[in-house]
């Protein structure tokens, strides 16, 4: 994703050229990327009215629900007191272009909010690149995954693979930062890629072997599988991962090593899991301890929201970070 900090209001149009940008890649038109340029400065805006610090992530996806653009502001800021009344068309953030985040709600194909005063805000859009009338389905999962600040490879890289049964999920940290950690990386996945349809260990197993040229990582690999209520997990390094119940958070085990170089074992290991958990994936770009206090509530919102919270609050200056968030029947 690109990560535009927004501190001051010139910011506000380095953060629309940016999803402009994004939007074009991905051949938006000019109607459909000027509703992407409205949006963002209506976000923008806002976090340099009301919540600065903030930032501005921007990023394209692709899943069961389309492919467009995707927008998350996250801030510090005093937050809202009254959800109803910001998102109220009129409610303007002063100085845009448009109506607030009335706007934004309207403008975007799926839009998701949380709010807490005294802690900030942290809002998802996402834009379509063609609008439909039809319902639209709900994102299984989201993700941020941002570089190191002042490089353009990021050393992180996650793929998920959603099955009849369930889901398959992994994130690779590859060693370090920069062009050779996103080579590793990338090679990780092109072996889940390929092995994808295996268990979590044997694909872990793949990608152990296939990762010896490079110089390694940490990786996890995650399978839910539906009809059984389980998810299995295996991983080697400090990729983490966890299941959200509720106010409960189950950490899962992940070994020591450095894939492509060394690892004592490979192991799978088993967690329950209902239909309305949370598993979240981070690398060690986030702070292990992270939690979801902040926002209380948002563990039923959109995955990119919940990756969005923990990304905002816990993550290291000193490294590439990813959060993946995978919910189990989001429709």
């Known amino acids: 994703m690109d990560r535009v900090t927004v501190t001051e209001a010139s910011q506000v149009a380095e953060a629309r050229r940016r999803a402009v940008a994004a939007a074009q890649s991905i051949g938006f038109d000019e109607t459909a990327a000027g509703r992407v340029a409205l949006v963002v400065t209506e976000l923008a805006t806002n976090v340099v009215k009301y919540g600065v610090p903030g930032e501005i992530l921007v990023g394209t996806y692709e899943d069961a629900t389309g492919s467009g653009v995707e927008i998350l502001a996250l801030d510090k800021g005093g937050g809202f007191s009254d959800l109803g009344s910001a998102l109220r068309d009129g409610h303007s953030t002063g100085g845009s272009a448009g109506e607030g985040l009335g706007a934004v709600q309207r403008l975007s194909d799926a839009f998701d909010i949380a709010s807490r005063p005294g802690v900030g805000t942290a809002v998802l859009a996402r834009l379509l690149g063609v609008r439909t009338t039809a319902a639209a389905s709900a994102a299984t999962f989201g993700a941020v995954t941002v570089p190191l600040r002042g490089e353009t490879a990021n050393g992180d890289a996650y793929a998920v693979h959603e099955r009849p049964d369930g889901w398959t999920a992994i994130v690779a940290d590859g060693l370090g930062h920069g062009p050779e950690a996103a080579k590793a990386s990338e090679e990780a996945l092109r072996w889940f890629r390929h092995h994808r349809d295996k268990s979590p260990g044997a694909i872990l197993s793949a990608i152990h072997a296939g990762l010896a040229h490079t110089r390694g990582g940490a990786v996890s690999v995650a399978r839910y599988n539906r009809d059984a209520g389980i998810l299995t997990f295996a991983g080697i390094g400090n990729v983490l991962g966890a299941v959200v119940s509720g106010a409960v958070t189950k950490r899962t085990v992940s070994l020591a090593g450095t894939a492509g170089h060394a690892a004592r074992r490979i192991q799978e290991f088993e967690y329950p899991m209902r239909p309305d958990d949370l598993f979240v994936l981070c690398s060690d770009g986030i702070v ?3 939690s979801l206090d902040a926002f209380p509530g948002i563990a039923g919102g959109y995955p990119s929201l ?18 993946l968030v995978v919910r189990e029947d989001a429709a």
């Open 288 to 290: 292990t301890g992270w």
């Open 306 to 323: 919940v990756a969005g919270a923990i990304y905002r609050d816990f993550a290291r200056a000193r490294d590439d970070a990813t959060v």
